[in-house]
């Protein structure tokens, strides 16, 4: 049965055409995976699917994504991510299939949505990596997302009762209607550069655009891995984020907007 995937181009050269038509086909795709950037289940028969390849230096693996959640994209990773990263293959009669990848190099899943906050629509994006985020130099094990981005100027919340202060330095860069990424300040006072920068321009919707040219700024939520989750709508992502600011998982910045 044909499958709802996405195959990008760059990933189509990294498996050639032969093994991209059979997944596309559903010859070598799973009916049913856990998507590798919210970790909720999804279905290639009923929803778009995005196919993504972790490459290693010598194997790649890949998995699979809900296309609201990651577009089809190629992820460079060390061979030792690679080989830490394959928690499970299973397979059946049908041979092999690749079926849950948790990358220990973390890949930053954004969501867009309004947020009401103080009784004004906001424009938010909530930012969710894949996995734990360990200190740069460490090998130990644990999350340190939140002190990274604290020490980053970003604020802690324990509810979303105001509108969090302004990261000077920090933007979002919307341009022709889309998100393009989120850009943090340069080193020595540098160009900016991308902290997230989405593989193709996400589409975000007119009323987050008309909220976003109202305030000029949107608001920059993050949670460690497993807080938020692929929510299907902004009043389940408000309660998500609720949720996340009363256990101490959630932080936070505006962020003044970028090009057009």
Sequence with gaps: MPRM?????????????????????????????????CRTPGDTGQERTSTVLFVGDETAVLAFAHATCLPSQVVQVTEE?????VRSISGDAAGPQPAKVVPEQAVLGVTSGLVLVAGE???????????????????????DFLPLLIEQGFMPLTELAEVPPVLHGWSVLL????????????????????WWQAHQPLQVTESWRNAANKHQQALVFAAPVGSIG??????????ALDR?????????????????
């Design 5 to 37: 995937l996405d195959v990008s181009d760059e990933v189509r050269a990294e498996i050639g055409d032969e093994e991209a038509d059979r997944l596309l086909a559903g010859e070598n795709a799973p009916g049913s995976y856990d998507c590798t950037s």
């Design 81 to 85: 991510q690679l080989q830490g990263a």
């Design 121 to 143: 629509l906001h424009p938010a994006l909530v930012v969710e990596p894949t996995a734990p985020v360990v200190r740069p130099g460490t090998t130990g094990v644990g999350d």
């Design 175 to 194: 341009a022709m209607g889309r998100l393009h990424a989120v850009l943090q300040p340069g080193l020595h006072g540098g160009q900016p550069v991308a």
């Design 230 to 239: 692929r929510q299907p709508r902004e009043d389940l992502l408000r309660d």
């Design 244 to 260: 996340a600011a009363a256990g101490g998982k959630l932080v936070a910045a505006a962020m003044p907007l970028a090009g057009t």
